[in-house]
Nanobody, 118 residues
Framework: QVELVESGGGSVQAGRSLRLSCTASRPTGCMAWFRQAPGKEREGVATIDAVGMTTYADSVQGRFIISKDNVKNTLYLQLNSLKPEDTATYYC???????????????WGQGTQVTVSS
């Protein structure tokens, strides 16, 4: 079992930045960030596999950066140039698999709220 604890959410104005963190209780393989806005389906934001390869949703490409510190078992998401449409609850997820392609995530965090005002 893996516990994931997120932090770093908040309320900011459009154009500003935030950094989200997600600390895992033990090492995992693929990790990812998802988000869900009110009334919308959950969507994938970014992934990072066991060797550090990353993918991004088109909506955040060039603005968000996913990274991880394997020593601290911590996943990060740097959110830059934030837009009101980025407002959502952000969740981290982890899997035992090394690759992030076509997988189901075994573990989920509790979520952290990001609110962007115009």
């Amino acid at each position: 079992q893996v516990e994931l604890v997120e932090s770093g959410g908040g309320s900011v104005q459009a154009g500003r930045s935030l950094r989200l963190s997600c600390t895992a209780s033990r090492p995992t393989g693929c990790m990812a960030w998802f988000r869900q806005a009110p009334g919308k389906e959950r969507e994938g934001v970014a992934t990072i596999d066991a060797v550090g390869m990353t993918t991004y949703a088109d909506s955040v490409q060039g603005r968000f950066i996913i990274s991880k510190d394997n020593v601290k078992n911590t996943l990060y998401l740097q959110l830059n140039s934030l837009k009101p449409e980025d407002t959502a609850t952000y969740y981290c997820a982890a899997s035992w698999t090394y690759s992030c392609t076509g997988i189901d995530y075994n573990f989920w965090g509790q979520g952290t709220q990001v609110t962007v005002s115009s």
